[in-house]
């Protein structure tokens, strides 16, 4: 059995659109699934939680939605092995872009009903994981202003790069230690450090273009000591990942990193709100069963 949670709020009403199309597939292909269409978040999670207490056969968990609510049904499922995938109707949709799950949702229905399954790493950051990236400093700055922006699901990511230039104006770097895998080093005037599994942030940001989610480490983007008419130079390269050998970005790897501030620091994971700094993060290797 095939379980689809809906979003009716992502993508300005798309999910729901696309699930009456991909309903039509199911019924022609004569596929056993179960459609709940949720209004917020708690009711999805309520009824993950009633369908693990059942024992149900759970060929897979779909989701029609966005970062936000893949973040919130992965913290859910860790520990299960029950697989998850997504097809992608949000504003952002990056853990889709990076796993290179399309729009065409025709094709990637029939991907799904293949059954193919694997297992990835998750980034583990206090008592939750994210699937994407965990920024901190101006990005995580960014992302909570463009959260609280009502138009974003209008723009997508190009509300991220809007917000961009609307906290540049006030945001001023801060010197960080990080520990890195238990050696510390010390940046002054970092602007921002991405923390990622997958490669994509921000709707569309090449962020970390090497990280991968199997491989077992953290890929760390650090940039720092740079002025803002600098840094917006980079900014304009990373969408397409070529910002990682310029002067002012220092691009590692490493399995786990503790990151200490002289003023506590927003952080995000999978753009949703994690707190302040300090904070640490650390890679949890094969946690997750996703779908292929």
Same mark, same amino acid.
């Given at each position: %059995? ?12 798309? !999910? ?21 269409? +949720?209004? +917020? ?32 049904? %992965? ?9 998850? !995938?997504?097809?992608? +109707? ?170 200490? !501030? ?31």
């Amino acid at each position: %059995m095939y379980y689809f949670l809906v979003n009716r709020t992502s993508g300005k009403g798309r !999910s729901v659109k696309v699930w009456n199309e991909i309903e039509a597939i199911l019924k022609e292909k004569n596929v056993e699934y179960q459609v709940i269409i +949720t209004e +917020t978040k708690d009711e999805g999670l309520a009824f993950i939680n009633n369908l693990l207490t059942l024992n149900q056969d759970i060929s897979g968990i779909i989701a029609l939605g966005g970062d936000g609510t893949i973040h919130e049904i %992965m913290n859910r499922l860790i520990g299960t092995n029950v697989p998850f !995938s997504v097809i992608p +109707t949000g504003s952002g949709n990056d853990y889709a872009r990076a796993r290179g799950i399309s729009k065409d949702y025709v094709k990637e229905i029939e991907k799904l009903l293949q059954n193919d399954k694997k297992k990835i790493d998750l980034l583990e950051i206090g008592d939750r994981h994210c699937m994407t990236v965990v920024g901190i400093g101006f990005d995580a700055k960014v992302a909570d202003e463009a959260n609280k922006m009502k138009w974003k699901k209008w723009f997508g990511g190009l509300a991220y790069l809007m917000t961009i230039l609307k906290v540049l104006i006030t945001y001023k770097p801060s010197s960080i230690k990080l520990t890195l895998n238990n050696e510390e080093r010390v940046f002054e005037k970092v602007w921002l450090i991405a923390i990622a599994n997958h490669a994509y942030y921000g709707g569309g940001i090449k962020i970390c273009p090497n990280a991968l989610s199997d491989d077992g480490k953290l890929d760390i983007c650090i940039i720092h000591s740079l002025p803002k008419w600098r840094l917006l130079f980079i900014l304009a390269n990373v969408f397409k990942g070529k910002h990682v050998t310029m002067k002012g970005v220092d691009y590692l790897q490493v399995e786990s990193i503790q990151v200490d !501030s002289d003023d506590p620091l927003f952080v995000t994971a999978d753009g949703e709100m994690m707190g302040q700094t300090p904070t640490s993060v650390s890679v949890k290797k094969e946690a997750f069963h996703v779908m292929l």
